[in-house]
């Protein structure tokens, strides 16, 4: 490593981890940690939204399967992100404003019952736990092949880092960082654009050797009989399945729209997110097409943009941007450590444990934070034998994403669906994902069976048990008519 770029990332962990430990004198308690004291504004929130979603799935993963498919993953960003960030930011971000919680599974247990809120919480957290490993697992490939560390090196050096600014800053320390950390994505992106143009012979170059050598890497959509990325599964799993689940129900996206100082700032920030969200692929695509045109030689796919940095790069840039790739992932990390020591520590305990004291909520989540990271630790190696990181964990999200999103239409837009519909709805949709994923069907199919069957379900179900008489349906829900 050149020692130009030793000193900029050295300079830019030191500067996170600064930031963090300063951001916790702010945390005086667990409305603190978890959501900022309710004080963040738009801009933060939307430059945080970002940088949570380009994480390890975002960004090494999309690079890496950019460079295995071609530029059909961009959808992903287009219809996979902007119309369902629209929709969050008119519809879900307001309504869950409006009940005051401070988590999905939250608002899920007051819209059914405290059952609900318990399964939700602890599915969307087992989830998490493998998100943050599969995290962990990018970076670590990026420190091996950038710096030759071995990749449990890696992974123990990034899970104390971040552990350190998590714990002691909360959700505060983590959208500040996580702004820092876009604003560097975007100028490290914009940096390999224009050098890997200049090393292919300009955009002519670049086209020409990638049509010539991988013609089907140009082509938007691909065939409907696609192994991974079938034009009718992009369509009905993606762009109505996957993404509103991902933008309207997910709780380390929505949290720090969640701990806006206003519902016009938690909204706004989801909408300049969405404005921003829209020049992403260009950032994430093009360094996977980079290491195809230029012959990388590597062993993952999702070591493209590693290879990409250290071998096209100068000294002082490779360094910057290598700082883009610890940014995603880190940024990746950070929120989903936070969003699941809430889910957790007010989802469960709170439902689980009689009388449990909220005065410990702040010793408890900072615990839960330092236990998740160890977890996801732990099981970061087996995520090699996985596959690529992108269809991995789009697969890990098409088991239960159809219930859940259906769960937050039909109890949003009816006041028909029931506590006890709601449980088994969730809890057969998740079982009946897994056994048709097991099958072998493609995820983004998965993902939208598992969302008819809930919705068909939920409905029917409903229609055979009680409704509960206790629900303020006019602070949970957008129909002011009764139940039919």
């Known amino acids: 490593m050149h020692p130009l770029d030793l000193i900029i990332v050295l300079a830019y962990l030191g500067l996170i981890t600064f930031v963090g430990l300063r951001l916790s004198g702010r945390v005086k308690s667990a409305h603190d940690f978890f959501l900022a004291g309710r004080t963040l504004t738009w801009g933060?929130?939307?430059?945080?939204?970002?940088?949570?979603?380009?994480?390890?799935?975002?960004?090494?993963?999309?690079?890496?399967?950019?460079?295995?498919?071609?530029?059909?993953?961009?959808?992903?960003?287009?219809?996979?992100?902007?119309?369902?960030?629209?929709f969050a930011a008119l519809v879900f971000i307001p309504l869950y404003w409006k009940a005051g919680v401070y988590s999905i599974p939250e608002y899920l247990g007051l819209r059914y019952n405290q059952a609900v809120r318990v399964a939700a919480a602890i599915i969307t957290s087992v989830v998490a736990v493998v998100?943050?490993?599969?995290?962990?697992?990018?970076?670590?490939?990026?420190?091996?092949?950038?710096?030759?560390?071995?990749?449990?090196?890696?992974?123990?050096?990034?899970?104390?880092?971040?552990?350190?600014?998590?714990?002691?800053?909360?959700?505060?320390?983590?959208?500040?960082?996580?702004?820092?950390?876009?604003?560097?994505?975007?100028?490290?992106?914009?940096?390999?654009?224009?050098?890997?143009?200049?090393?292919?012979?300009?955009?002519?170059?670049?086209?020409s050797t990638l049509v010539s050598d991988n013609p089907n890497h140009l082509s938007a959509y691909l065939p409907a009989d696609h192994e991974t990325y079938p034009w009718p599964g992009v369509i009905l799993g993606l762009g109505l399945v996957l993404s509103p689940a991902y933008?309207?129900?997910?709780?380390?996206?929505?949290?720090?729209?969640?701990?806006?100082?206003?519902?016009?700032?938690?909204?706004?920030?989801?909408?300049?997110?969405?404005?921003?969200?829209?020049?992403?692929?260009?950032?994430?695509?093009?360094?996977?097409?980079?290491?195809?045109?230029?012959y990388a030689e590597i062993e993952y796919p999702d070591q493209a943009l590693a290879w990409v940095v250290k071998n096209v790069l100068p000294p002082g840039v490779s360094g910057l941007m290598f700082i883009a790739i610890i940014a995603a992932l880190q940024s990746s990390i950070d929120s989903q450590v936070n969003s699941t020591s809430l889910m957790v520590t007010r989802d469960v305990r709170y439902v689980l444990l009689k009388n449990p004291d909220p005065s410990k909520d702040l010793k408890v989540g900072r615990m839960l934070t330092l236990i998740l990271l160890l977890a996801a630790m732990v099981i970061a190696p087996m995520i090699a034998a996985m596959g690529g990181?992108?269809?991995?964990?789009?697969?890990?999200?098409?088991?239960?994403?159809?219930?859940?999103?259906?769960?937050?239409?039909?109890?949003?837009?009816?006041?028909?669906?029931?506590?006890?519909?709601?449980?088994?709805?969730?809890?057969?949709?998740?079982?009946?994902?897994?056994?048709?994923?097991?099958?072998?069907?493609?995820?983004?199919?998965?993902?939208?069976?598992?969302?008819?069957?809930?919705?068909?379900?939920?409905?029917?179900?409903?229609?055979?048990?009680?409704?509960?008489?206790?629900?303020?349906?006019?602070?949970?829900?957008?129909?002011?008519?009764r139940r039919s």
Request: charged residues 5%; aromatic residues 12%.
């Open 44 to 86: 933060v929130i939307g430059l945080s939204i970002i940088g949570t979603n380009i994480g390890a799935n975002s960004y090494v993963g999309a690079a890496g399967n950019a460079y295995s498919v071609g530029i059909a993953q961009a959808n992903f960003e287009w219809i996979g992100a902007i119309p369902a960030m629209i």
């Open 247 to 294: 933008w309207c129900a997910g709780q380390a996206i929505l949290q720090r729209s969640l701990g806006a100082r206003s519902q016009w700032d938690a909204s706004a920030g989801m909408m300049f997110a969405a404005i921003a969200k829209t020049f992403v692929p260009l950032l994430i695509v093009f360094p996977g097409l980079l290491a195809l045109v230029m």
């Open 131 to 207: 998100t943050i490993a599969a995290a962990l697992w990018a970076l670590a490939l990026t420190l091996q092949t950038y710096l030759g560390w071995p990749t449990w090196v890696g992974i123990l050096v990034t899970g104390s880092i971040v552990g350190a600014y998590s714990i002691a800053g909360g959700l505060a320390a983590v959208a500040f960082t996580d702004m820092l950390q876009v604003c560097i994505m975007f100028v490290g992106g914009l940096v390999i654009v224009g050098l890997g143009l200049a090393e292919t012979g300009g955009a002519a170059g670049f086209a």
């Open 389 to 481: 990181i992108f269809t991995f964990i789009q697969t890990v999200f098409s088991l239960f994403q159809g219930p859940m999103l259906a769960l937050l239409i039909l109890g949003a837009f009816t006041r028909r669906v029931t506590p006890a519909a709601g449980l088994w709805t969730l809890l057969s949709g998740v079982v009946l994902a897994a056994a048709i994923s097991l099958m072998g069907l493609n995820m983004l199919y998965v993902a939208f069976i598992g969302f008819v069957y809930a919705m068909v379900a939920l409905w029917v179900i409903s229609g055979f048990t009680e409704a509960r008489e206790d629900m303020d349906f006019d602070k949970l829900t957008y129909v002011p008519w």
